[in-house]
């Protein structure tokens, strides 16, 4: 009897260790589908900061929200200096909206944003304050239902800046422009063309918009892909990775989309037919905000290498 008790002890004893070490290795399902399902929810979002040299750049950080206005607030609270949100930026990038600042309202219809803040948000140097107005419209226009924006400060619209006094459109959108540079002769026969440079810190790779407002009458595909191809003469320390052998042959408007043909100077890679990242983001984003396209397509003698959908 003493025999059976003991080897029956030593069987429980057995399967218990066996059981509890099932357990340590293999974690209870439900808890790993959380953990993968939270993962999953995790969306990088476009949203545009202040770099080290003043300029309103486009980099993205991790969000969760899925409908637009979740997605509005989660935005304006990392675009908030000190907010809880502020892990969320990377380093060598500033917020804009002052802390201590509140959205008090927002409401979105027919694709207009209306977001009513408190008085805080004007706590901002005169320096700056066409910069915040930038990072939030460009910021926010990147969710897909939003196309315009008015700005409210505890009720009353905002008109106008009150440092710079500079008078606002009735409705904001990108046509507002971002890191504005002027080379006019006169304001009747003035454009504006959005273009993307190359911004590096460490491994990060950012772009940095210039809207250059001038008289060149010029085709808007044609001024981007002349411009990318040469150093701005305004900054030096505006890159682009577009070479300047580079040649436009072709290329085609539709609703929505452009076709873009070019030589084989823009590939990086003749052999496996790859173009960068950087010089497809810079075109396809340039054209995004001057042409207010969805789609990029990028050939090489006819051959489509790449496509660009929806650019976020």
Same mark, same amino acid.
Request: glycine letters at 2%; hydrophobic letters at 40%.
């Given at each position: 009897?003493?025999?059976?008790?003991?080897?029956?002890?030593?069987?429980?004893?057995?399967?218990?260790?066996?059981?509890?070490?099932?357990?340590?290795?293999?974690?209870?399902?439900?808890?790993?589908?959380?953990?993968?399902?939270?993962?999953?929810?995790?969306?990088?979002?476009?949203?545009?900061?202040?770099?080290?040299?003043?300029?309103?750049?486009?980099?993205?950080?991790?969000?969760?929200?899925?409908?637009?206005?979740?997605?509005?607030?989660?935005?304006?609270?990392?675009?908030?200096?000190?907010?809880?949100?502020?892990?969320?930026?990377?380093?060598?990038?500033?917020?804009?909206? &002052?802390?201590?600042?509140?959205?008090?309202?927002?409401?979105?219809?027919?694709?207009?944003?209306?977001?009513?803040?408190?008085?805080?948000?004007?706590?901002?140097?005169?320096?700056?304050?066409?910069?915040?107005?930038?990072?939030?419209?460009?910021?926010?226009?990147?969710?897909?239902? %939003?196309?315009?924006?008015?700005?409210?400060?505890?009720?009353?619209?905002?008109?106008?800046?009150?440092?710079?006094?500079?008078?606002?459109?009735?409705?904001?959108?990108?046509?507002?422009?971002?890191?504005?540079?002027?080379?006019?002769?006169?304001?009747?026969?003035?454009?504006?063309?959005?273009?993307?440079?190359?911004?590096?810190?460490?491994?990060?790779?950012?772009?940095? &918009?210039?809207?250059?407002?001038?008289?060149?009458?010029?085709?808007?595909?044609?001024?981007?892909?002349?411009?990318?191809?040469?150093?701005? %003469?305004?900054?030096?320390?505006?890159?682009?990775?577009?070479?300047?052998?580079?040649?436009?042959?072709?290329?085609?408007?539709?609703?929505?989309?452009?076709?873009?043909?070019?030589?084989?100077?823009?590939?990086?890679?003749?052999?496996?037919?790859?173009?960068?990242?950087?010089?497809?983001?810079?075109?396809?984003?340039?054209?995004?905000?001057?042409?207010?396209?969805?789609?990029? %397509?990028?050939?090489?003698?006819?051959? %489509?290498?790449?496509?660009?959908?929806?650019?976020?």
């Amino acid at each position: 009897m003493l025999k059976r008790s003991a080897l029956r002890r030593i069987i429980v004893s057995t399967l218990a260790l066996i059981i509890v070490t099932i357990l340590y290795f293999f974690p209870d399902n439900k808890n790993q589908i959380t953990k993968t399902t939270t993962y999953l929810d995790i969306d990088k979002t476009p949203i545009y900061l202040l770099n080290k040299d003043s300029y309103v750049v486009r980099t993205t950080i991790p969000t969760s929200s899925k409908d637009a206005l979740s997605k509005v607030k989660e935005l304006i609270s990392s675009l908030t200096i000190e907010s809880d949100k502020s892990d969320y930026i990377p380093s060598h990038f500033k917020a804009l909206i &002052p802390k201590n600042t509140k959205l008090l309202t927002c409401s979105l219809e027919d694709g207009l944003l209306k977001l009513n803040f408190s008085k805080e948000l004007l706590n901002v140097s005169k320096d700056d304050e066409e910069k915040l107005i930038e990072s939030l419209v460009y910021t926010l226009t990147e969710i897909p239902e %939003i196309k315009e924006i008015m700005l409210f400060i505890e009720g009353s619209k905002l008109d106008y800046l009150p440092q710079s006094k500079l008078t606002l459109p009735n409705t904001l959108n990108r046509n507002f422009g971002i890191n504005k540079v002027y080379d006019i002769s006169n304001i009747k026969d003035s454009t504006k063309t959005t273009i993307y440079y190359i911004g590096k810190e460490n491994n990060l790779t950012y772009y940095i &918009p210039i809207t250059k407002i001038d008289n060149n009458q010029n085709n808007k595909i044609e001024i981007i892909i002349e411009e990318l191809k040469s150093s701005p %003469i305004y900054e030096t320390n505006l890159m682009s990775f577009l070479a300047s052998s580079v040649e436009l042959l072709n290329y085609e408007e539709l609703e929505n989309q452009i076709s873009l043909s070019f030589n084989n100077a823009i590939l990086a890679d003749l052999e496996n037919k790859d173009i960068l990242e950087e010089v497809k983001y810079s075109i396809a984003l340039s054209l995004k905000d001057t042409l207010n396209v969805e789609d990029v %397509i990028f050939k090489v003698n006819d051959e %489509i290498i790449a496509t660009f959908k929806n650019l976020s």
